[in-house]
């Protein structure tokens, strides 16, 4: 479920940050609202990092301003900032058990010990972790520690608790569970995540809304379903999930033409008679009889249990399309590698870039 528009949590407005030469931020701007859940995505070195080490006050912009709650915090140091950190490597003191670890920040602030042992035990029970209270992080496994880290990160009620790759340490079993849990704790927690990950599942699964960037610029924003179903160019279609690109032109008559075959789609603003790049999701190609659409050539088959992603020659393209199927659906057993299929596609789902 999408969060309600809010009035923005964050503000950051024309940042720039650069090292020697390289710009790792390039004039970028961003409004992150109360109680959402938003994720930078992006590649290795497309600045997401630099910009969340930039919000936490470790890093200092070259040009523009970052707000908080309408208040500037450019340049606050991170410890005077209503905000919280959480690292990838969960940074937990060894020598502490579960509680003292809790405790710790609260004790810094020199808080009432009624109020700090209130406090401790209030957030061992939202993030399940009374039975380990008393072990320390030896003797924890690698998800038990991340909630570890989770709950010493909220306990000190931050308006945005930042998250830096905080799944990357886990296999993908606990991985995909700790995404729900970290889901829930947002929502019971009310308070604003920012997450960093280059993992688009990741992204998909947790986010209200998601950032894609690349050399320091944010190519789009919008929900999971915005920026998956509607790509905004070639390259955020391609580094969210997986994607068949079909080179080719748009004629006269507004069809895209490639290697013989005419498909209708939305044109996009694109003109006619140019060169353009058809791009489509491998769920939304039908797979029918031979006949009865693109002719061609199963060359193979990969079982994913739920379903099948079946490789298929075509006079489309010099690279084999990518068709998902459910592993027990309509012409999933008929295609083998070797048969003749044919392809159907909805304009709907169809996109088309500028070559």
């Known amino acids: 479920m999408n969060t309600p528009l809010k009035a923005p949590v964050l503000a950051v407005d024309h940042v720039v940050k650069?090292?020697?030469?390289?710009?790792?931020?390039?004039?970028?701007?961003?409004?992150i609202r109360?109680?959402?859940?938003?994720?930078?995505?992006?590649?290795s070195g497309c600045g997401k990092t630099t910009l969340l080490r930039m919000i936490a006050g470790f890093e200092v912009p070259d040009e523009g301003r970052i707000r908080l709650s309408g208040s500037d915090i450019t340049e606050q140091a991170p410890e005077k900032r209503p905000l919280n950190l959480m690292f990838q490597s969960y940074a937990l003191f060894p020598h502490m058990t579960v509680r003292q670890n809790l405790a710790y920040g609260l004790e810094m602030e020199r808080l009432g010990k009624p109020e700090i042992s209130a406090r401790v035990e209030e957030m061992l029970?939202?993030?399940?972790?009374?039975?380990?209270?008393?072990r320390k992080p030896a003797e924890l496994s690698g998800g038990q520690k991340q909630r570890v880290a989770l709950a010493r990160a909220l306990i000190k009620r931050p308006k945005v608790l930042l998250l830096d790759e905080p799944l990357g340490a886990l296999d993908k079993k606990l991985r995909e569970k700790m995404q729900l849990e970290l889901k829930r704790l947002q929502h019971e927690v009310g308070i604003t995540f920012i997450i960093v990950t280059h993992d688009q599942e990741e992204a998909l699964v947790m986010a209200d809304r998601v950032a894609v960037l690349k050399d320091g610029s944010i190519l789009q924003c919008g929900t999971p379903e915005e920026v998956y179903e509607r790509p905004a160019n070639r390259f955020v279609a391609g580094f969210i999930g997986v994607m068949n690109f079909i080179e080719g032109e748009i004629g006269a008559d507004a069809l895209f033409r490639a290697g013989g075959e005419a498909l209708a789609c939305d044109l996009g603003g694109l003109k006619r008679d140019q060169k353009a790049v058809l791009a489509v999701r491998p769920e939304n190609i039908a797979l029918k009889p031979a006949g009865a659409g693109v002719s061609g050539t199963v060359v193979d088959v990969a079982y994913h249990g739920l379903d099948r992603?079946?490789?298929?020659?075509t006079a489309l393209s010099t690279v084999p399309l990518q068709v998902r199927v459910a592993a027990t659906g309509p012409g999933a057993s008929a295609a083998q590698t070797g048969a003749v299929v044919s392809l159907g596609f909805d304009a709907a789902t169809c996109r088309l870039f500028q070559d």
């Open 125 to 134: 029970k939202t993030t399940d972790l009374q039975a380990l209270a008393g």
């Open 18 to 31: 650069r090292f020697g030469k390289t710009v790792a931020v390039n004039g970028l701007s961003l409004d």
């Open 34 to 43: 109360e109680n959402e859940f938003f994720a930078l995505l992006g590649p």
């Open 309 to 313: 992603q079946i490789y298929v020659k």
